[in-house]
């Protein structure tokens, strides 16, 4: 008798909670929508960036000086860069919003997860906050930040496997290795490998792909020993779209001794030494430097009243093939792409008044 | 010693809010653990505030707070049903992902209406919770185990379904009312002059989801001898309990628990993605754990599930502001952590003191 007095008293208790829910999602109107960011001006000295990379990783460590230059060179009111999110998007959603509390009123985010960035910029955006996507841009057709400024991946792979397939001579079986299965950006840059190895006219066969080894430097030299000791000889090229998997595969196939041609990513120094005493053939290296500095930049402006004239629209920040002959010199023409971005940006993109 | 007095106390705080009168007699109120986590929260809420004021910002901490703190209560409720066994559910994580590509699927290629969707996750969820369960009756072997080699399954099998059957790695389909369920909060709903609180929408749906997992154990036959099939398998099933269909029946409510929230989350995050789920099996320990539900079985708190979830939350958040870096910050939680279980203990210890003297 108790516990169907009881039963009946908390039923009640739900009951009524459904039906306040109901009530309050149905009988009330809705305020109107608040009005999307821009239009106000904001003078530089008050504009404060926080850079949001998706979790701690070596691709943006260079943020760090850039925003620092960014921040003298424009006079911005502040910059900070934390990447505490983790690689979790929920965590990182959690990241903008803290920093938002804290008066950082334009955001440069490296999304965790492409296929879910959109709207958090669209949330950063409905509370008046501005913001770029820098280093990955949202998965799809749709950009919601004021523009997204990244290495085109798709392309970046397309050239680092078309490197990789002229260093095996145009036939042969080559690997690529890459990250994190269920990023979209992955999927593009094995789009842009397939591509590639497509236009050899099945010359060159795409022995596999391994995923999901860019984790650490640990799983990626794990992965690389078990596919080495696999298929070692009867592989003439890996391609290599992930920082880890590059580290580990230059060093392995350097160990080794196989006449495997390796293509890597970025510019750690390990890899550049590779490039130097022959057993890296190529990298591509990125421009983490202009994505920062020209954000930055082109944040400032239209935190300052600049308009987009196609808002969401895709910058590439540039990818250069890096081989033993211009190893010396591939900065200069990255510091040359930057200043290209900034004019870029003050002619083609931004609209001010 | 303590599971006793755990249970007692927990058979009686899972539905009622008041907890206040709970504890155990002859102990003083507060020696409720449930209390003793209010008090760090408030404790922790009113150092974090002192030192940055933008912690009570409603739109920018408050809300998306209660956003995060309702999606790892459900996941927390999801462990919660299997801890009631003293079984462990290693495979949260992905019955939330699969349950979700199944509503991102239903979505996307059926355009079926947004609770529809949600019904057919819960019901995958569901069965493939009963099928640990039922894996676990059959062949006897550890829940830790079972769940442990489904979550492997399940990884594979959802990156597979993604890339076959699903459009690369995710459903961008967004289905009428998933927008407003993400933005909107009850203060954006007025009735002439008079708005709600700022209380984002999805809120009510994680507190009914608690409330009708205390409601189960707290009153319902099947709840207690899920609890009692926890305490002692033997004596139950010597009782006359079905304890193997109590163990299929917790499983799958946790599956559908999992699901639950793997819905939330791509609510809160604007896509059914196969990411969805990733984070959760720390938290889904984390919440009940705390929250004073015995890893041993036999007793639960719903109400402590809720607080542990909050706490962990707002010891995040407030970290956040503070502007802490990434190494800081694990550290800063796993200390704040460590310093709001012992003080816990401490009081917990001092009370049975004083309840024994007295």
């Given at each position: 008798m108790r516990i169907t007095r009881s039963l009946r008293r908390h039923g009640v208790i739900v009951t009524a909670a459904v039906l306040t829910v109901a009530l309050v999602a149905t009988g009330c109107t809705k305020k109107s929508d608040q009005s999307a960011a821009g239009g106000q001006s904001v003078s530089p000295a008050k504009v404060k960036i926080a850079y949001v990379p998706g979790g701690p990783h070596p691709y943006f460590q260079p943020w760090k000086t850039a925003m620092n230059q960014a921040k003298t060179d424009f006079g911005l009111g502040g910059v900070t860069f934390n990447e505490t999110s983790g690689w979790d998007q929920t965590k990182q959603n959690s990241v903008l919003q803290s920093l938002a509390a804290q008066g950082y009123n334009a955001f440069g985010v490296f999304g965790v997860s492409p296929d879910n960035i959109n709207s958090t910029f669209q949330q950063l955006e409905s509370k008046k906050l501005m913001v770029a996507s820098l280093g990955s841009c949202p998965a799809g057709n749709t950009d919601s930040a004021a523009f997204c400024l990244a290495t085109d991946v798709e392309t970046a792979a397309y050239k680092a496997a078309q490197t990789a397939i002229q260093a095996m001579g145009g036939s042969g079986n080559l690997v690529h290795l890459t990250g994190n299965k269920t990023d979209s950006n992955t999927q593009r840059r094995i789009a842009g490998v397939k591509r590639a190895v497509s236009e050899s006219g099945g010359k060159v066969k795409l022995l596999q792909t391994v995923t999901d080894i860019d984790v650490d430097l640990q799983s990626a030299q794990k992965a690389v020993a078990d596919l080495l000791g696999a298929k070692g000889k009867q592989i003439n090229g890996i391609v290599n779209t992930a920082y880890n998997p590059a580290v580990a595969s230059a060093a392995a196939v350097k160990k080794s001794g196989l006449p495997i041609k390796v293509v890597a990513i970025d510019d750690d120094p390990t890899i550049l030494g590779g490039i130097k005493d022959g057993s890296v053939t190529a990298t591509v290296v990125q421009n983490p430097v202009g994505q920062a500095y020209i954000g930055g930049y082109a944040l400032m402006k239209l935190e300052g009243g600049c308009t987009m004239n196609t808002p969401g629209v895709i910058v590439d920040s540039g990818s250069f093939v890096v081989t033993k002959p211009n190893v010396a010199t591939y900065d200069a023409q990255r510091q040359a792409q930057t200043k290209q971005l900034k004019a870029d940006f003050d002619s083609k993109y931004l609209s001010c008044k | 010693m303590s599971a006793p007095t755990q249970e007692s106390d927990a058979m009686v705080t899972t539905a009622d809010p008041g907890v206040g009168t709970d504890a155990p007699r002859g102990l003083p109120f507060w020696a409720n653990p449930r209390f003793g986590l209010l008090v760090v929260i408030v404790v922790l809420v009113i150092v974090f505030t002192s030192l940055r004021s933008s912690f009570l910002n409603t739109s920018l901490t408050l809300v998306p707070m209660q956003q995060d703190v309702s999606v790892f209560l459900v996941v927390g409720l999801a462990q919660l049903c299997v801890l009631s066994l003293g079984h462990m559910n290693l495979a949260v994580p992905r019955m939330a992902a699969i349950s979700a590509f199944a509503m991102g699927w239903c979505y996307q290629h059926l355009s079926v209406p947004l609770w529809l969707g949600l019904l057919i996750g819960l019901v995958v969820g569901a069965a493939v919770g009963a099928l640990a369960g039922w894996i676990i009756t059959a062949t006897g072997v550890n829940s830790f185990i079972v769940t442990l080699a489904l979550d492997f399954a399940l990884v594979g099998l959802v990156s597979l379904l993604y890339s076959h059957v699903g459009d690369g790695v995710a459903f961008p389909v967004h289905p009428a009312g998933m927008t407003a369920l993400r933005n909107d909060t009850f203060s954006d709903y007025c009735a002439g002059n008079i708005c709600g609180p700022p209380v984002p929408l999805i809120v009510p749906i994680a507190l009914v989801a608690a409330l009708l997992v205390a409601v189960l154990f707290r009153l319902a036959r099947v709840g207690r001898e899920m609890l009692m099939t926890g305490s002692n398998l033997r004596a139950a099933r010597l009782s006359g309990i079905p304890t193997s269909r109590r163990i299929i029946q917790a499983h799958a409510l946790s599956g559908a628990l999992a699901a639950l929230a793997g819905f939330l989350l791509a609510v809160n995050s604007g896509a059914f993605s196969?990411?969805?789920?990733?984070?959760f099996l720390l938290p889904s320990f984390l919440g009940p754990v705390l929250g004073g539900t015995l890893l041993s079985g036999g007793a639960v708190s719903i109400l402590g599930t809720v607080l542990g979830a909050a706490l962990t939350e707002v010891i995040r958040t407030g970290l956040n502001l503070l502007n802490f870096s990434v190494q800081d910050l694990n550290i800063y939680i796993g200390l704040v952590l460590l310093v709001a279980l012992s003080l816990d203990r401490v009081r917990h210890v001092l009370a049975e003191r004083r309840g024994t003297r007295a």
């Open positions: - | 196969a990411d969805i789920g990733n984070s």
